[in-house]
């Protein structure tokens, strides 16, 4: 039975498209422009916000909404909103506290900012550098639960983060989605804000069937991508668990990994 031609490439963006060091290679940008010349369709989705995807539209000239926070906002190359999906607010406090419990860091994304309890706190250095802009600071949630695309519990203790994770499924079972988009990151969103629900939309925009989607991630939150897609690439530098759940599975993104995979599995 032969393969269905691939018509549109959805790919993550923090340990996918970019390297360790949040830097596009050559070598990847060009891969896109052969895609764009193959007449393939190409689309990010992250957990960042719109703003910290922006550097990535000109360079690898992206035609498609880009699906920030894991889907929970859409928008266009322009920045305007395509569509949102935002928590219920009766659950911002609740899944706050849930976080506290595990002792994670809560920061969170509304509208067009991002707040932290601390800018000291573990990772927020990293995250302004990697998304381009610095967050305000929030000693509480008063004013702040209406309106909020995502929440993120922070922690340098993986096993607290995994265990987080685990009593947000049993606790606000499918009134959120809850996801690790690194393992130090714990992503809550709207149930409907997630890299499958990015995979269904682009699907019914463009009118592809999902054997004519491929998808490549590194993260558990990229998972929920790969079931809505006929060809599903895990990044080499993934967890066994992640691989495990891939069709194929390429090298690094240190090691040019998104692009071979371009090479490889979708352009051959």
């Known amino acids: 039975m032969t393969t269905p031609a691939i018509r549109l490439l959805l790919a993550d963006v923090d340990g996918t498209l970019v390297t360790s060091d949040k830097k596009l290679t050559d070598r990847s940008a060009a891969a896109v422009r052969k895609l764009r010349d193959a007449g393939i369709l190409f689309a990010i989705t992250s957990g960042r916000p719109p703003r910290g995807m922006a550097m990535l539209i000109e360079p690898l000239d992206i035609q498609t909404p880009l699906a920030a926070f894991n889907g929970g906002l859409l928008v266009d190359r322009d920045m305007s909103v395509v569509e949102q999906r935002v928590l219920a607010e009766d659950l911002v406090r609740p899944v706050a506290k849930l ?55 922070v922690s340098d203790d993986l096993d607290a983060v995994a265990r987080a994770s685990a ?80 069709r194929r599975i390429t090298t690094s993104n240190d090691d040019e990994g998104f692009a071979s995979a371009v090479e490889r599995f979708i352009l051959r």
């Open 99 to 153: 976080l506290a419990s595990f002792s994670l860091d809560t920061w969170v994304y509304r509208g067009a900012d991002w707040y932290v309890p601390d800018p000291a706190g573990s990772h927020v250095a990293r995250e302004a550098w990697t998304v381009q802009f610095d967050p305000k600071v929030c000693r509480s949630l008063d004013g702040l639960t209406g309106g909020v695309a995502k929440l993120v519990g």
């Open 167 to 246: 009593a947000a499924h049993d606790q606000f079972g499918d009134h959120v989605t809850a996801a690790r988009s690194q393992p130090y990151y714990l992503d809550i969103t709207h149930p409907d804000a997630n890299k499958g629900a990015v995979a269904r939309y682009l699907s019914a925009r463009y009118d592809i069937p999902r054997e004519q989607i491929a998808t490549i991630g590194d993260m558990p939150n990229d998972v929920l991508m790969f079931a809505h897609s006929g060809l599903s690439i895990a990044m080499g530098n993934a967890s066994p668990e992640v691989q495990r759940s891939a």
